[in-house]
């Protein structure tokens, strides 16, 4: 058994893993979800209402291309909207939710930079909005409709403490109320209220839905979920926009008592939610418009309401329209009892790693006022959660050091017979209690911290334009300073010129900075006695230098970090070891 060939096979196997898991891992995983849920759609026919209840409202869809000011301006009348966290305003007619955004988030890291525009009117080139109506069966006709023309009976400007109430008469006995509020953050809370002021009974039922059109095209959804996502008899339940890209594709049906239903982004989420003790039927569906837009639906429909004459009846239900913070999206989780909530946000496989790091990254966050500063606190801490593995595989690493002279003498002694090498490799392994293959363990366990790590720093909006020291303004984003253009001397961005599939060659500072760390690292132990052994040990540096200039530079400085310390640690043991640390020397070439 060979020491330096079951490192080589380890690394080898951790440098695949790191290049091809985001295309080999995503996709299985979707296509099991997706199975997943066909199959949990099919146990779970939607039974809650009769069969004969009624079919809600098609994708509504438009083909003009207005900017957001002239789809406003043309709409009709408006509620505004101003709270702390959201701007915007609500359509009178068909009481849309329609224009809405987001004051702490902006297009760029210049807080100057537009507003990120969340829902959009019809009209503009991608809408997006909420509702909440009924469908009614038999008895008066007309119900409210994209069309209804409400009114807005008091109330104002839709702001926290300051409700805003809206009206709309059928014509035909049923008056319909509606109150909105808005809390400080990211939650609509919609009332509605029906009297049947005819001579005859009404059976009504309520629904809210979420949709949009032209989706803008969004390189994330290659590393995450985007698209339709909600939760349903307390599992999540999602689908992507591909799902319908074939027209006719059927809608894909859920039921529950509990849950939401809704559209996200990768750091925005709108969705409707329903009374939490109340069974839903919901479902997804897309559609193309007449010029071939795709557009896309998420809904659920609740029970039946039978009102006889002169009866009134209400329902309570709520819209999220905002960014997917974390500790925002837990707070509705455990204040309203909404269930899973935090399954907006993606967290991957690896959801076992991902949230404890989150968490303590988070913590960590809290405590330093800086998530840079965090992720070299995350490193102490996933360094003293491996350090007894660690410690116990650079010890074996070091114990086998000492039996190299002793492993050169046995392969110059049985240097015809490898059958006798590998019985006497074997053989000094057990009497000097040494494993070749402890060294390697580490190797290995670093695969799904890096994954989880990557997912943390690439899906939670935490991270977003979160800024380091320096010329680090945003851990999610790659390093943007480049050995193409001399770190800035030359007068062109090298990330506006090169295609996605090449911004590794657009090197950073942080990314050569790991690059040699891990450098130094591989240069506390003595080059193979194979020449093309020590020419791989030797360029694998240069390689995860390109490997990581694409990736956030919060990762990147993670691994700078973690191989410092990994170099400190390494040494220390060596030397209590009694092996011989001859850096200098392995740095230049020289053989003992």
């Known amino acids: 058994m060979n020491n330096?060939?079951?490192?080589?096979?380890?690394?080898?196997?951790?440098?695949?893993?790191?290049?091809?898991?985001?295309?080999?891992?995503?996709?299985?995983?979707?296509?099991?979800?997706?199975?997943?849920?066909?199959?949990?759609?099919?146990?779970?026919?939607?039974?809650a209402a009769p069969q004969t209840a009624p079919s809600l409202p098609g994708i509504s869809t438009g083909t003009s291309h207005m900017s957001r000011d002239q789809a406003l301006k043309s709409g009709g009348s408006r509620v505004a909207i101003d709270a702390p966290m959201v701007d915007g305003s609500i359509l009178l007619k068909g009481a849309r939710f329609d224009d809405l955004r987001l004051k702490q988030y902006h297009d760029t890291i210049d807080p100057k930079s537009p507003?990120?525009?969340?829902?959009?009117?019809?009209?503009?080139?991608?809408?997006?909005?909420?509702?909440?109506?009924?469908?009614?069966?038999?008895?008066?006709?007309?119900?409210?409709?994209?069309?209804?023309?409400?009114?807005?009976?008091?109330?104002?400007?839709?702001?926290?403490?300051?409700?805003?109430?809206?009206?709309?008469?059928?014509?035909?006995g049923l008056v319909f109320t509606r109150v909105i509020s808005i809390d400080n953050q990211y939650m609509f809370t919609v009332t509605d209220s029906v009297a049947n002021k005819s001579g005859q009974a009404v059976i009504l039922y309520p629904y809210g839905k979420v949709e949009r059109q032209g989706i803008q095209k969004d390189e994330s959804s290659l590393y995450l979920h985007v698209g339709f996502v909600g939760v349903a008899n307390g599992s999540e339940v999602d689908a992507n926009y591909k799902d319908f890209k074939d027209p006719g594709t059927p809608a894909k049906e859920f039921s529950s008592t509990g849950g939401w239903a809704g559209i996200t982004d990768k750091y925005w989420m709108a969705?409707?939610?329903?009374?939490?003790?109340?069974?839903?039927?919901?479902?997804?569906?897309?559609?193309?418009?007449?010029?071939?837009?795709?557009?896309?639906?998420?809904?659920?429909?609740?029970?039946?309401?039978?009102?006889?004459?002169?009866?009134?009846?209400?329902?309570?239900?709520?819209?999220?329209?905002?960014a997917k913070v974390v500790d925002i999206l837990r707070g509705y989780q455990d204040n309203l009892h909404i269930r899973n909530f935090d399954n907006a946000v993606d967290w991957g496989w690896f959801w076992f790693l991902t949230r404890p790091f989150f968490w303590v990254l988070d913590h960590l966050y809290k405590l330093f006022g800086n998530f840079g500063l965090a992720i070299l606190g995350l490193t102490v801490v996933v360094k003293l959660v491996f350090f007894p593995l660690q410690t116990a595989s650079f010890r074996s690493m070091s114990k086998m050091k000492k039996l190299q002279p002793q492993m050169e003498a046995l392969k110059k002694q049985h240097s015809d017979d490898a059958q006798k090498l590998q019985m006497a490799m074997m053989e000094l392994y057990k009497r000097e209690n040494a494993n070749p293959l402890s060294g390697c363990v580490p190797i290995l366990?670093?695969?799904?911290?890096?994954?989880?790590?990557?997912?943390?720093?690439?899906?939670?909006?935490?991270?977003?334009?979160?800024?380091?020291?320096?010329?680090?303004?945003?851990?999610?984003?790659?390093?943007?300073?480049?050995?193409?253009?001399?770190?800035?001397?030359?007068?062109?961005?090298?990330?506006?010129?090169?295609?996605?599939?090449?911004?590794?060659?657009?090197?950073?500072?942080?990314?050569?900075?790991?690059?040699f760390t891990q450098f130094l690292q591989s240069k506390l132990n003595p080059a193979p006695p194979d020449p093309v052994q020590a020419r791989m040990f030797t360029y694998m540096p240069v390689l995860f230098t390109f490997m990581f200039a694409a990736l956030p530079a919060g990762l990147v400085i993670y691994y700078c970090w973690n191989n410092f310390l990994s170099v400190i640690q390494q040494a220390i043991i060596m030397k209590r070891e009694g092996v011989e640390i001859r850096f200098l020397d392995n740095l230049m070439g020289k053989k003992r």
């Open 4 to 47: 330096n060939k079951n490192v080589i096979l380890a690394i080898a196997l951790a440098a695949a893993v790191l290049l091809i898991w985001q295309y080999f891992v995503a996709t299985p995983a979707m296509r099991a979800e997706k199975a997943r849920q066909q199959a949990l759609s099919h146990q779970q026919k939607p039974a």
């Open 115 to 172: 507003e990120i525009v969340l829902l959009a009117p019809k009209g503009t080139d991608y809408p997006y909005s909420a509702s909440f109506s009924w469908v009614g069966q038999g008895g008066p006709a007309g119900m409210p409709d994209d069309n209804s023309q409400w009114t807005e009976v008091n109330g104002g400007t839709l702001s926290p403490g300051h409700p805003v109430t809206l009206s709309w008469d059928n014509g035909h």
């Open 445 to 515: 366990l670093t695969i799904p911290v890096f994954i989880a790590l990557y997912k943390v720093l690439f899906v939670t909006i935490e991270m977003r334009h979160a800024p380091f020291y320096g010329w680090i303004h945003d851990l999610s984003a790659p390093d943007p300073t480049s050995l193409l253009n001399l770190f800035g001397l030359l007068p062109y961005n090298p990330s506006a010129v090169l295609p996605h599939f090449l911004l590794f060659l657009s090197v950073g500072v942080w990314p050569i900075v790991m690059g």
């Open 271 to 322: 969705a409707v939610v329903p009374p939490q003790n109340e069974p839903f039927n919901g479902a997804y569906l897309g559609t193309k418009t007449q010029s071939g837009v795709d557009a896309y639906q998420a809904n659920y429909r609740l029970n039946a309401r039978n009102l006889a004459p002169g009866q009134s009846t209400s329902i309570t239900q709520r819209l999220f329209a905002g």
